[in-house]
């Protein structure tokens, strides 16, 4: 079997087709990653049908064919998608469109219509990820798309690809202020675009209203950022840094749940809460990811509620942040709070009860374990540092695979498996202390960090998600233990991945020491670089709010209109202007330099060039006039060279240029 010839060289025609199809292939590439694969394939061979065609030269298939294919496909994404409206239906369609439409272009119209809907199709990807490198896809994709109608529309010689490239990139460069400006200017449209909230909520599940055994260990698998904070002065140390979330108090034998109901709303401090604080308050700002719950987070503890856009938030008796509505885009609020504090501190807690409560028949151990730590230590702080102590040096491992544990969890992780996440030793010593009859709580959150040198900001992963516990003690009020610290003080003074003992499966421990490289290697410095390009690209891009652009035109209102600014506006104008006529002046071409010099020394000579009078018509007037044979021979062929050079297409023109000032000059030097 013999391979097809392809007839080259390639003529005008099907290099321009050739071009459109690399142009639509970079288009369409990016949704590969989102649509059903049987889209992607039917596109692929269509697209490779179409440029079999166009290299061979082959008519294009008749309607009798592409109708059936066209409606099988409308049928598939029927059947996929249960409907032909909405965003992930609606973007399958446009890409089949697309792919079709390649295969019926009788026109020149049609190859504009291909484009236009690729630049369309440029939008579409924005629906599912408006990351800083999908941007940057997307103007390569747009500077093709312009190449491509560039190339459909020039006539005559067609300059090379490198030169419409360039052509491409210069319109994108002057289009590039104007979409900078609609950006900052245009009114900003509040929720997800084209009114989809179930397609446009793109939240990662975060921390829950519930804690039960191997849930901390799977979102520590994840890299991805939670959120991240700048502090207006120095950042506090890595043991401070928790970021307090959902407080846990009921526990029916295997999960924690929130003990009291939801807040009310407008609340502007915490309800019947004696909260002393000592030392300066830590001022900070956080970024917070999109989760799709309502909790907010902070360090321990607020001085007051944050300032949203959305709606007041709240704050419950156990000092718990909430928003009025789940969180489903990027928000931004600013806080205080103090890391050294008293809560709740007295010689009796209200309705310490609540705090004490127990499943019934569940876990008779580490009852029969408690009721023993209260007989023999009568002082609470001993009894909390004997459980410790405990952990400590009781055989205990801390591990993102530990054993699945059955109807008695505590029993069996205490005294079987002794191997677990920080929920199972929160959890655990929760239990513990509320059978040696202290009141505690599970507390879930964020531990620590990690600080970007380049841009300043901590970045709060998921994987940073922690669990601890909070016992009342009398006089000293509700004091934070972190059980985790007595197994693997590491996970609180450094982080996770220094925590973990040995290689966890999936190469979690190997992964975590990649991504944190020493902090003066070359790696670790592109790696701060990436993040802080991405965080200044979520906080200038994705974060301008309706909310930023209202203040930014405050802020505009007040500075640029007053009569000094607008003054100091109109003489800039004017300066422009002047440098722009000057400029203008200056950028005289060499050889038409020569070319004045010329005819001004043929002037002197009695020879003046009239206004309207070309350069062929006065070479031609130059040889019938009475000079000397040197000085007119060397006059009529510079006006011949001169006239070839100016009146030459382009392409011809510009590569004799460099050498035709050397020869131009060395005729005008013979004309005296």
């Not at 104007?178 to 245009?186: I, M, R, T």
Request: glycine letters at 6%.
């Amino acid at each position: 079997m013999s391979l097809p010839r392809f007839p080259l060289p390639l003529s005008r025609d099907k290099q321009d087709t050739l071009l459109l199809l690399a142009s639509t292939v970079l288009v369409l590439l990016p949704h590969a990653s989102h649509l059903p694969p049987w889209v992607t394939l039917v596109c692929g061979a269509t697209l490779v049908w179409r440029a079999v065609l166009t290299m061979l030269g082959r008519r294009m298939p008749t309607n009798l064919l592409l109708v059936p294919l066209a409606i099988a496909a409308m049928a598939g994404v029927l059947a996929t998608y249960q409907t032909v409206l909405g965003r992930d239906a609606g973007v399958a369609m446009l890409v089949l469109l697309v792919a079709f439409k390649m295969l019926e272009m009788h026109a020149r119209r049609d190859l504009f219509v291909v484009v236009f809907l690729c630049f369309f199709l440029v939008l579409t990807n924005f629906f599912y990820s408006q990351s800083m490198g999908t941007a940057f896809l997307m103007i390569v994709s747009i500077l093709a798309l312009l190449t491509t109608q560039l190339s459909f529309q020039l006539t005559g010689a067609v300059p090379p690809l490198r030169t419409r490239l360039l052509m491409g990139a210069r319109i994108l460069a002057l289009a590039a202020p104007l979409a900078a400006l609609g950006f900052v200017l245009f009114p900003r449209v509040e929720g997800p675009l084209w009114g989809l909230p179930d397609d446009a909520h793109s939240a990662r599940a975060g921390l829950s209203d519930s804690m039960a055994p191997g849930q901390f260990s799977n979102l520590a698998r994840s890299d991805d950022p939670a959120f991240r904070v700048k502090f207006d002065g120095p950042p506090p140390a890595q043991p401070q840094l928790y970021w307090r979330g959902p407080v846990l108090g009921a526990y029916d034998g295997r999960t924690w749940t929130r003990l009291l109901p939801r807040p009310q709303f407008g609340r502007k401090a915490p309800p019947a809460v004696a909260i002393a604080v000592r030392g300066q308050p830590l001022h900070y700002e956080i970024t917070l990811e999109p989760t799709d719950t309502r909790w907010l987070f902070a360090l321990e503890i607020p001085r007051a509620l944050p300032q949203l856009a959305g709606g007041a938030a709240s704050v419950t008796p156990q000092l718990e942040l909430q928003a009025a509505s789940p969180v489903r885009e990027r928000i931004r609020y600013e806080l205080s709070s103090y890391v050294d504090f008293s809560l709740q501190a007295g010689d009796t807690l209200e309705n310490a009860y609540q705090w004490l409560l127990l499943p019934y028949g569940r876990n008779p151990r580490a009852l029969a374990a408690g009721e023993r730590l209260r007989q023999d230590y009568t002082e609470p702080m001993r009894r909390v540092q004997a459980v410790l102590r405990q952990f400590a040096t009781g055989g205990y491992s801390y591990t993102l695979q530990p054993p699945l544990l059955g109807g008695d969890a505590v029993d069996e992780f205490l005294y079987q498996t002794r191997a677990g996440f920080c929920e199972h030793y929160a959890g655990a010593f929760v239990f513990l202390m509320r059978a040696a009859g202290i009141p505690a709580r599970v507390v879930t959150g964020y531990q620590g960090g990690e600080l970007n040198p380049i841009d300043g900001y901590f970045t709060v992963r998921r994987s940073d998600a922690h669990a601890w516990s909070e016992v009342w003690l009398p006089r000293l009020g509700w004091v934070r233990i972190d059980p985790t610290a007595a197994v693997a003080p590491d996970r609180v003074q450094r982080n996770l991945a220094q925590a973990l003992p040995a290689p966890e499966p999936f190469g979690f421990r190997a992964l975590g020491r990649l991504m944190q490289p020493a902090p003066d290697s070359i790696l670790a410095r592109v790696r701060y670089a990436i993040a802080a390009a991405n965080n200044g690209w979520n906080q200038w891009v994705l974060n301008y709010t309706a909310q930023r652009q209202l203040a930014l035109m405050e802020t505009l209102q007040e500075n640029l209109f007053g009569w000094r600014s607008l003054a100091l506006l109109a003489l800039a104008w004017v300066l422009l202007l002047i440098a722009g006529k000057f400029s203008r002046q200056r950028r005289v071409d060499p050889v038409d330099k020569l070319y004045s010099a010329l005819c001004h020394r043929l002037g002197q000579l009695g020879l003046p060039r009239a206004p309207d009078e070309g350069p062929t018509a006065y070479a031609a007037r130059v040889a019938g006039a009475a000079l000397a044979p040197e000085p007119k021979a060397a006059a009529a062929e510079f006006l011949r060279r001169y006239s070839a050079w100016r009146y030459a297409p382009p392409l011809q023109s510009q590569p004799q240029g460099a050498g035709l000032l050397t020869t131009l000059k060395q005729l005008l030097s013979r004309v005296r």
